[in-house]
């Protein structure tokens, strides 16, 4: 079966501090796809970033960094010197290469940035 | 580019009454979902339409739900008698094939008395 966790419910940090948001999957495929969301409190869903199994770099975008670890099924995301527009729910996705149209999401994690 | 596009953005109806949902995809997108966002089972998929065409509709609750997709630009979710449990947030997204990254539009906040 296939499954995200997204342990962290709430995260609250003081701006400018650096935060990690875990996401661990489980599959059997050797073929998927993993993706963060951003859920501001305005309730649009923010695409952010999209791997695939087979790429294991990791990705820096300004202030947001990935890191996909295949050996612990991870792909935990860092946000570097925090600001409150970062608040937002942030969710961990999972499609698989045999169905890739359906994408499993974690239950998110909140992350408020304190001024 | 405009992004997905979802109509109404609020909707509040009594419970018995037909709610539809509304859907403008990407423009050149072949792939379309809806997805429901509830507080008790987080982001679900109800279905999904490629090429116009209705894919996988497992993940519709029963058959009070439809959902149809008449041309590319256009889609309808439906859910006929409404009642409060479907209170929810529903989300369209678009993606240029089933295999590439879905766009998500604003919602629709749906609350049914």
């Known amino acids: 079966a296939q499954k995200v966790t997204q342990a962290q419910t709430e995260i609250s940090v003081v701006e400018k501090e650096d935060v990690t948001l875990d996401c661990v999957y489980e599959t059997r495929d050797t073929t998927y796809y993993l993706f963060w969301y951003k859920q501001p409190p305005s309730g649009e869903l923010v695409f952010l970033i999209r791997?695939?199994?087979?790429?294991?770099q990791n990705e820096i975008s300004g202030r947001y960094s990935w890191n996909f670890q295949k050996s612990t099924s991870s792909f935990n995301f860092t946000i570097t010197a925090s600001q409150v527009v970062d608040s937002a729910v942030y969710f961990c996705a999972l499609s698989l290469g045999s169905s890739a149209s359906k994408i499993i999401f974690g239950s998110g994690t909140r992350l408020s940035i304190r001024p | 580019d405009a992004g997905v596009i979802q109509s109404p953005r609020h909707e509040v109806t009594e419970m018995g009454q037909e709610v539809t949902l509304r859907c403008k995809p990407i423009?050149?997108?072949?792939?379309l979902f809806w997805y429901r966002q509830t507080m008790m089972r987080g982001l679900e998929l109800l279905i999904y339409f490629n090429n116009n065409v209705p894919i996988d509709d497992s993940g519709m609750p029963e058959d009070r739900f439809s959902a149809k997709m008449p041309n590319a630009s256009f889609s309808t979710l439906k859910i006929q008698p409404s009642e409060p449990r479907d209170s929810a947030v529903y989300f369209c997204?678009?993606?240029?094939?089933?295999?590439?990254?879905?766009?998500f539009g604003p919602g629709t906040r749906l609350l049914v008395l």
């Open positions: 997204a678009s993606s240029l094939t089933r295999w590439e990254t879905q766009y």
């Open positions: 791997r695939n199994s087979f790429d294991e």
């Open positions: 423009s050149g997108h072949n792939s």
